[in-house]
Nanobody, 124 residues
Framework: QVQLVESGGGLVQPGGSVRLSCVASGIFLSINAMGWYRQAPGKQRELVATITSGGTTDYVDSVKGRFTISRDNGKNTVYLEMNSLKPEDTAVYFC??????????????????WGQGTQVTVSS
């Protein structure tokens, strides 16, 4: 069974920084694209940043220049370094990854997986 487990959230003051981590575990052949999404209260989940297996990154405009996504393929881990945090960054942050893995009947395919989310609150 595949799991994505996030860590690193918490309460941070405006202008501060926090680093999120997400580790993939279980049985899979490879990790393709990975990403971070967030969902603020009363709002839809939005894509924050993505990174391909080759390291190509993309960001939503509101976080460009402040957030950095990276990955350590040897550790099956994706990170989100968040700097210059603003109150509007407050949300539950979810890790997402596309994995190539076998199903219960042995068919290999690509499947999307989600973490359980970690709360980031930016407040003084």
């Amino acid at each position: 069974q595949v799991q994505l487990v996030e860590s690193g959230g918490g309460l941070v003051q405006p202008g501060g920084s926090v680093r999120l981590s997400c580790v993939a575990s279980g049985i899979f052949l490879s990790i393709n694209a990975m990403g971070w999404y967030r969902q603020a209260p009363g709002k839809q989940r939005e894509l924050v940043a993505t990174i391909t297996s080759g390291g190509t990154t993309d960001y939503v405009d509101s976080v460009k220049g402040r957030f950095t996504i990276s990955r350590d393929n040897g550790k099956n881990t994706v990170y989100l370094e968040m700097n210059s945090l603003k109150p509007e960054d407050t949300a539950v942050y979810f890790c997402n990854a596309e994995l190539t893995r076998p199903t219960e009947v042995g068919i290999v395919g690509r499947f999307m997986h989600w973490g359980q989310g970690t709360q980031v609150t930016v407040s003084s």
